[in-house]
C-alpha cells in the first residue's frame, strides 16, 4: 500500500503538470510587446500597428507598439536582445538595420534572432524638392559633380548610407545626413536641411500625391510600375537594387510551439484584404509577403547583395 504522503505527491506533480501544459496551450496570455526601432509614423510604425490590429482577433490579447529609435534601428534591437525569450516580445526589423549586420564589427548576428516572416517589400529612391533646380537624375549627376549634396537617410551603415557611398566612389560629391524621426527625414528636403532624399514611395507618398517632391532614381532591376518613366539603377548600369523589407523577429531560444503560433498569425495577416488594400497604398509588391520557412534564405541573399554594395562603395 502506498504511503499517503507519495499519494499526494503524485497527485501534486500530476496537477503542476496539467498546469503548465495548460499555461502553454495559452499562449499568449497576456500582452505581446511589439517594439518599432524607429519613431512614430514611420513605414515600420505603420506596419507594426496596421499588422498588430489584425492579430489581435487570433491572439486573443494585443499588442501595444512600443517606439525605440536611435542608432540606425539597433536601440530598438538591443532591447529585443536583452528581453526573455518567451515569445512576449517581437519586433519589426527593416533593411536598414539588417544592413549593419554586415559591417566587420556588427554588434548581431542573425542567429540570435528568429524570422517570423517578411511582410512588406519596397523599392528605394533618390527624391528632390518638387521646385529643385535638379529636375532628372542626370540633373542630380551634373551638380553632384560641381558641389557636396546632402542626402537625408535613416542612419550610418544603412542601404541608404551605403548607396550614397556607393555613388561616391563613382565621383558624385554625396554626404549623408541622418534623421532617425521619418518625419524630420521626408520633410528634411522641404526644409533645406537636405539636398536629396533616400526613401521608399509608399513612405512619403503624401508628399508625392501632394506634389512637393518628385523622384529622380529608383534603384531596382526593373521599372516601378507606379513610374515607369523614372529611371532604375540597372538599366543605368549601376549596381545597388537593395529593396527595402521589414521582417518581424523573435529572440532565439523562444519556445518553437511559441514562435509557430504567432508566425501563423502573420500568415493569416498576408491574407487579409486589409492588408493587401495597405500594401497596395504603400506602393509595395503585391507578392510581398515571404513565409517563415523560406525568410532566413530571403535575408541571407539580401545580407550578401548589401555586403557586396558595401565593398562595392570601398572601391575607387
Not at 496596421?50 to 539597433?74: F, R
Not at 519556445?255 to 492588408?275: H, M, Y
Request: charged share 20%; hydrophobic share 40%; glycine share 8%.
Amino acid at each position: 500500500m502506498r504511503h499517503p504522503f507519495a499519494l499526494a505527491l503524485c497527485a501534486a506533480l500530476t496537477v503542476a503538470t496539467a498546469s503548465q501544459v495548460a499555461a502553454q496551450q495559452a499562449y499568449p496570455s497576456h500582452p505581446i510587446n511589439y517594439i518599432v526601432p524607429w519613431g512614430p509614423g514611420g513605414g515600420a510604425d505603420q506596419l507594426a500597428r496596421v499588422s498588430g490590429k489584425l492579430m489581435e482577433p487570433d491572439l486573443k490579447v494585443s499588442l501595444p507598439v512600443i517606439n525605440v529609435p536611435g542608432a540606425t534601428g539597433q536601440s530598438g534591437l538591443t532591447k529585443l536582445a536583452n528581453d526573455p525569450a518567451d515569445g512576449y516580445t517581437i519586433e519589426i526589423m527593416t533593411g536598414d538595420t539588417f544592413a549593419t549586420f554586415a559591417a566587420p564589427n556588427s554588434r548581431f548576428k542573425l542567429s540570435q534572432f528568429v524570422p517570423l516572416g517578411i511582410m512588406i517589400q519596397q523599392p528605394s529612391g533618390f527624391y528632390v524638392k518638387m521646385d529643385s533646380p535638379w529636375k532628372t537624375w542626370d540633373d542630380v549627376v551634373a551638380a553632384a559633380h560641381k558641389k557636396t549634396l546632402r542626402v537625408a537617410v535613416t542612419g550610418f551603415g544603412s542601404p541608404d548610407d551605403l548607396t550614397v557611398n556607393y555613388f561616391r566612389s563613382k565621383g558624385l560629391k554625396l554626404r549623408s545626413v541622418p534623421f532617425s524621426k521619418p518625419g524630420l527625414r521626408y520633410s528634411s528636403v522641404l526644409g533645406g536641411e537636405a539636398d536629396v532624399l533616400y526613401e521608399q514611395a509608399g513612405d512619403v507618398r503624401a508628399f508625392l500625391d501632394g506634389k512637393k517632391i518628385r523622384p529622380v532614381i529608383f534603384f531596382s532591376d526593373r521599372p516601378f510600375p507606379v513610374y515607369p518613366n523614372i529611371p532604375y539603377s540597372v538599366k543605368l548600369g549601376y549596381k545597388v537594387t537593395l529593396p527595402q523589407f521589414r521582417t518581424i523577429l523573435i529572440k532565439a531560444g523562444t519556445d518553437p510551439a511559441r514562435i509557430k503560433r504567432i508566425s501563423d498569425a502573420l500568415q493569416k495577416v498576408s491574407a487579409e484584404p486589409e492588408f493587401g488594400a495597405y500594401l497596395k497604398q504603400q506602393l509595395a509588391a503585391p507578392n510581398s509577403y515571404v513565409p517563415a520557412k523560406d525568410a532566413l534564405t530571403y535575408m541571407s541573399k539580401w545580407l550578401k547583395d548589401a555586403s557586396a554594395l558595401r565593398a562595392a562603395s570601398q572601391t575607387k
